[in-house]
């Protein structure tokens, strides 16, 4: 159910934001990883990293280009090595998320970026999963996990990792396909996917972020996908834009991670509010918030200022971000009776 949105003035926004309860479906949990996570894991685990102190790496963030970002981003995965590392960068980033009163989120994590390392999926998946279970009881945050392949590899790999990862079928609930989108179309993934599909597992893609707005078809037509991350791309494609709002598809829109990469040249000239506009279930969500400058309350807070939306688009994104999440219809509502309570007795 609705509510009618009162105003809120410029002022009060910002904190009506950081209130409201909201979802996260968009995060790579290795893009969570903070420098002083990362030393301290290095020293844990003596893996020589090539920076010498916490402020190197943190300089070392300040990224200029995609194999900058991508030297840094593997520096900080080789740190992972045991149940006990998984656990503690999801950990980290569980408390962080509740900080924002992000009360549900569903986490991508890349197996490949650590099994091409030899270390073992049942490392992976279990260090997460207790991170998991532990945050519901501990933080009062629900969090699923969602097994991406790497899109820059083969459909064989991604069958092997498939292979890998049913033992612990149990511990996640979906598959995504993400890393470098130009030049891996989605249809490269149709048989893992179409048996994803037979083995009840949700299906989401990263697509039309760089790529075209074809992947965004493909993804839905051929891969037949529940969710698009990203998808920003389907602003330039008017029968694109119908689907999505007619089939109530979500769209996992990261702002600052756009920004970052140059996806829009400055926030304000951002699409979501069109997104909004248009009827699609789009949301907000952080990406990689260690490397594009900051996690969910962040992301609302920049984009709003500037966008220039406003209290009802708050309401919006953060119902969508419900109602566009895996979790069963019961929860759904209650978490959104809890965003209407917010909104009633805000002023
Ligand atoms: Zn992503």
């Not at 009162?6 to 934001?17: G, N, W």
């Amino acid at each position: 159910m609705n509510i009618a949105v009162k105003p809120v003035s410029p002022d009060r926004l910002p904190e009506l934001l950081r209130r409201m309860p909201k979802a996260e479906l968009h995060i790579h949990i290795e893009g969570s990883l903070e420098p002083d996570l990362i030393f301290a894991l290095a020293q844990r685990n003596s893996v020589a990293i090539p920076y010498a102190s916490v402020d190197e790496l943190r300089r070392a963030y300040a990224f200029t280009n995609l194999q900058s970002f991508l030297d840094i981003y593997y520096a900080g995965a080789s740190v992972l090595l045991h149940e006990q590392d998984f656990y503690d960068m999801a950990r980290a980033y569980l408390a962080r998320a509740a900080m924002d009163n992000v009360a549900h989120t569903e986490i991508f994590f890349d197996p490949q970026t650590h099994t091409a390392r030899g270390v073992k999926m049942d490392t992976v998946i279990n260090g997460l999963h207790c991170a998991c279970v532990d945050a519901q009881a501990e933080l009062n945050i629900s969090a699923s996990l969602i097994l991406c392949f790497l899109r820059h590899l083969s459909e064989t790999e991604a069958f092997e990792t498939l292979e890998q990862a049913l033992p612990h079928r149990d511990k996640f609930i979906g598959v995504g396909l993400d890393s470098s989108e130009l030049g891996h179309p989605p249809e490269k993934f149709a048989r893992v996917f179409a048996r994803c599909r037979e083995l009840g597992l949700h299906l989401v893609a990263h697509a039309g972020e760089e790529g075209p707005p074809a992947y965004i078809w493909t993804a839905l037509d051929i891969l037949k996908v529940e969710r698009i991350d990203h998808g920003v791309q389907s602003s330039k494609d008017a029968a694109l834009m119908q689907r999505l709002a007619r089939d109530r598809i979500p769209l996992t829109v990261c702002p600052l991670s756009n920004l970052k990469l140059c996806v829009f040249p400055q926030l304000a000239d951002h699409n979501i509010g069109a997104l909004l506009e248009a009827g699609l279930v789009a949301t907000i969500n952080s990406d990689d918030p260690a490397y594009f400058g900051g996690y969910m309350n962040e992301n609302f807070l920049q984009t709003f200022a500037a966008t220039g939306l406003a209290a009802q688009h708050a309401y919006q994104l953060a119902c969508n971000s419900f109602e566009a999440s895996f979790i069963e219809p019961g929860a759904k509502r209650r978490y959104l009776d809890q965003v209407n309570e917010v909104f009633a007795s805000f002023d």
